[in-house]
């Protein structure tokens, strides 16, 4: 088992001289045998060892048994230790996961919280052979591309890592038995209430004796074949994004000139890829979902992707964006206001978001509002009177982020939509003997 190991390791680079790896230790026979044998080549490849138990609070005393056997493997190991007690069954209800997903999601996060705190480089995750075969069915019934078929991945993100992929389960289990390692067992993956448990306990041994008793293997090598593919589209699709796409805070602009002329293969890993750099997972992402956002024809329509992201077309373009979350109910920023007059101004510097206007042209009290049905201004530069909602539309703003634009008005009128353009009646010319400098931020003085 190791020396299969060490080649994965070295195919895939997946160590160096000098890494501290996390490794996920439930106490089962994969994370076991995983400890144990990176605990042995510890030493000859230059790495230091430090395991993460996650107690799921799911089987009560079995649960508290699987911490202390970890924690006694440990000691007897002597490598470093670290133990959580998490409620999986109530995070997964707040999140509305099941507890397969929630107990996922808490591990990695655990693990990526003893990473950061003790400067780790990996994180060594148990999956095997019989794992790959399994999430290949898993996505396969999902109905999945290039991504899910390829199953698991030797690496991600540069810091998980997976040295038993190539290792079937018989042969960690031998490994245990050779090194005398008792691993804890979980009675839940004899039940096949969840579909892993099925795929394993009933859809593999059947195909095996009516189909193919090589089926794991077969399946591993389209794995492989399938990875192939992926990193070509991974070139590719990178290569698309620098062409015709622009990055912005929070969202990411695809060029509908460009986009349209691609092939509908083109635009749906453009717009996986897309997604993935601003949402940081794929998580629900269906092909179906794909087909309604590259459907979205007519301009300000979207697509959204769950509450935080959405997609949407913006004049032609599809922008992929975090939503805008503010809403009228916020609290209206504090207005910052500067008098000076003419003679003190040239040397004042002023944008989009800082503005200087002509006092005297202010009747009132300045205050800070959204816009309200019906709102008009005359935009600088112009010589009639614009609905706030046609000015949005010209300025290509998205509809779901008109209400969480300030407008600065007096009495009368709207002085300036913020970060936008001030009315035309205020602006500074040859008569002007008062300036007025606002912002929504107390940023004048130190300019």
Not at 393 to 399: A, T
Not at 419 to 435: A, E, L, P, Q, S
Request: hydrophobic fraction near 40%.
């Amino acid at each position: 088992m190791i020396k299969t190991m060490l080649v994965t390791v070295e195919k895939h680079n997946m160590l160096s001289h000098g890494d501290k790896v996390i490794v996920g230790l439930s106490g089962g026979p994969d994370s076991l045998a995983l400890t144990h044998a990176l605990f042995q080549i510890s030493k000859s490849a230059g790495i230091d060892i430090v395991a993460v138990h996650v107690n799921h609070l799911l089987r009560g005393e079995l649960a508290d048994a699987d911490e202390k056997f970890v924690m006694e493997f440990c000691l007897k190991l002597g490598v470093e230790c670290h133990t959580f007690k998490v409620d999986v069954s109530e995070y997964a209800l707040g999140h509305g996961l099941s507890f397969e997903e929630a107990g996922r999601r808490v591990r990695y996060e655990k693990f990526e919280e003893v990473r950061i705190k003790i400067g780790g480089t990996k994180i060594a995750i148990g999956q095997n052979r019989n794992d790959l075969v399994e999430t290949f069915f898993i996505n396969l019934f999902r109905g999945s591309g290039i991504d899910g078929l390829s199953s698991i991945e030797y690496i991600r993100d540069g810091v998980f890592i997976r040295p038993l992929l190539e290792v079937d389960r018989a042969m960690i289990e031998l490994y245990c038995e050779q090194n005398d390692l008792v691993a804890r067992r979980d009675h839940t993956n004899d039940e096949n209430d969840y579909v892993r448990n099925k795929i394993r306990n009933e859809l593999i041994p059947y195909i095996k004796n009516n189909f193919n008793p090589s089926i794991n293997d077969t399946i591993f090598r389209t794995t492989e074949m399938m990875k192939e593919e992926k990193s070509f589209w991974k070139i590719h699709v990178q290569n698309m994004f620098k062409s015709m796409c622009v990055s912005e805070e929070d969202k990411i602009i695809i060029r509908g000139t460009s986009f349209t002329l691609l092939t509908v293969s083109e635009q749906k890993q453009l717009m996986r890829y897309c997604i993935k750099s601003i949402r940081k997972h794929l998580v629900d992402i269906s092909s179906d979902q794909l087909n309604q956002i590259l459907n979205l024809s007519r301009t300000n329509t979207s697509i959204r992707l769950d509450e935080h992201y959405e997609v949407a077309n913006v004049y032609g373009d599809y922008v992929v964006s975090k939503i805008d979350t503010r809403r009228r109910t916020e609290k209206a920023p504090e207005l910052c206001v500067t008098h000076m007059d003419i003679k003190r101004f040239s040397g004042v510097t002023t944008d989009e978001w800082v503005v200087a206007i002509d006092a005297d042209q202010v009747n009132g009290k300045l205050t800070v509002r959204n816009r309200n049905t019906g709102d008009r201004f005359i935009p600088l530069g112009m010589k009639g009177h614009k609905k706030i909602k046609d000015f949005f539309i010209d300025e290509k703003v998205q509809v779901a982020k008109r209400d969480a634009i300030w407008l600065v008005c007096d009495d009368e009128k709207i002085v300036w939509v913020h970060g936008m353009r001030i009315h035309d009646h205020c602006k500074i010319t040859k008569d002007t003997k008062n300036i007025m400098i606002i912002s929504l931020q107390d940023i004048v003085e130190k300019r």
